[in-house]
């Protein structure tokens, strides 16, 4: 009789931890995550978490920038747009009627945002495209002028600039515009259509007492009509009608003026007119192979953007005088007087100056109205 009531009384105590172990589970187990998708990029944007529970819950957030609501068994999550390079981290605690607490972890991660390339971009007139390395976390804005067209690429963006036929140089901004800021681009369209047109021309050139004094004159450069890439100035000699070539290359954006070339003649007076240059050395040269020459300067901070086109020997030459073989560097272009068809200095052939350019620089400008 005694070992059947100790028998039954460790199946009581065995049925009693079994409860005991029940109302525990159920206890740990009353609020549940069942559900969690609170890891962001550094886009503004919105997540959930969905848990189980047998009462009511509330959630909190333990950082401000991290904000929750509940309805019903689920709390939704938002972050704002994040600029932030290291992404940083919240926790959400959600609690039930009966003091159950669980802890989710929220993350968002630190944002990329970056726009390469160069900060000015030089093409010629025709059309022409341009890839600009872009990459973005963010959504972004491009803002550019009507004749460029753009479109997201693999990448990064691709521009396009349609073909220039204004006349002109002209430049355009591109704009790129993230959450995490700005980046410009400075885009300019300039070649060998835009040189003819009006000039302002600045040098010096001797004047009362052979004192060298600065003059300025307006005169055009007409393109040539067989051959695009040489062009007139017409007006800026100061003998009526006559014109000096230049020379335009496409590929330098220099503009030159050669010695020895023939402009014309007044054969009733047995005056030749040709171009020769001179130099700091002091000497005047008809050397066709020498030139005068600038490298065009585009200022971009214009509205309108003109090309200018300062003169200046940045190489030097040797030529040989009666002293020996010099080294000098060409300062200036002149209209010179022959008295034959050739422009040599020998038997006193040589008549003198009629036009003075020294330090020549010219600007294309705005034709007046």
């Known amino acids: 009789m005694k070992k059947l009531n100790i028998l039954w009384m460790l199946i009581a105590c065995l049925l ?13 187990t009353s609020l549940q995550v069942i559900k969690s998708d609170v890891s962001f990029m550094a886009v503004a944007a919105t997540g959930s978490i969905e848990v189980q529970s047998t009462s009511a819950v509330t959630a909190a957030s333990n950082q401000d920038w991290c904000t929750v609501s509940v309805s019903g068994n689920v709390i939704t999550v938002a972050v704002p747009t994040y600029t932030g390079l290291v992404g940083r981290h919240a926790v959400v605690e959600i609690s039930d009627a009966v003091g159950e607490k669980v802890r989710v972890p929220v993350s968002q991660a630190g944002g990329v945002w970056y726009v390469k390339g160069e900060d000015v971009y030089g093409f010629s007139d025709e059309e022409a495209t341009v890839t600009i390395p872009v990459k973005s976390d963010y959504n972004y804005t491009v803002d550019m002028p009507d004749w460029m067209t753009g479109e997201k690429v693999r990448d990064g963006y691709n521009l396009t600039l349609k073909e220039n036929t204004t006349g002109n140089a002209r430049k355009g901004i591109v704009k790129f515009v993230s959450e995490r800021g700005t980046k410009e681009i400075v885009f300019l369209q300039f070649g060998l259509n835009d040189i003819a047109g009006t000039y302002e021309a600045t040098y010096e050139t001797y004047g009362e007492n052979d004192d060298l004094v600065e003059e300025t004159t307006t005169f055009e450069l007409v393109q040539d009509e067989e051959d695009n890439k040489v062009f007139y100035a017409v007006g800026l000699s100061s003998i009526n009608g006559l014109v000096i070539p230049f020379s335009f290359n496409n590929e330098t954006y220099q503009l030159s003026v050669s010695a020895g ?30 030139s005068y020459s600038a490298t065009a300067v585009l200022d971009l901070d214009d509205e309108i ?65």
């Open 16 to 28: 009693f931890a079994t409860s005991c172990s029940d109302d525990d589970e159920a206890v740990s």
């Open 261 to 290: 070339r023939y402009l014309g003649a007044i054969t009733s007076r047995s005056w030749y007119f040709y171009t020769v240059l001179t130099s700091k050395a002091g000497y005047v040269h008809t050397d066709t192979k020498l």
């Open 305 to 369: 953007v003109m090309p200018a086109f300062p003169f200046k020997d940045e190489k030097g030459f040797n030529f040989t005088a009666s002293t020996g073989t010099v080294k000098s560097y060409v300062d200036g272009l002149d209209v010179y007087v022959f008295k034959t068809e050739s422009p040599s200095f020998a038997n006193n052939n040589g008549l003198g100056y009629y036009d003075m350019f020294k330090n020549l620089s010219i600007k294309k400008i705005q034709p007046e109205e």
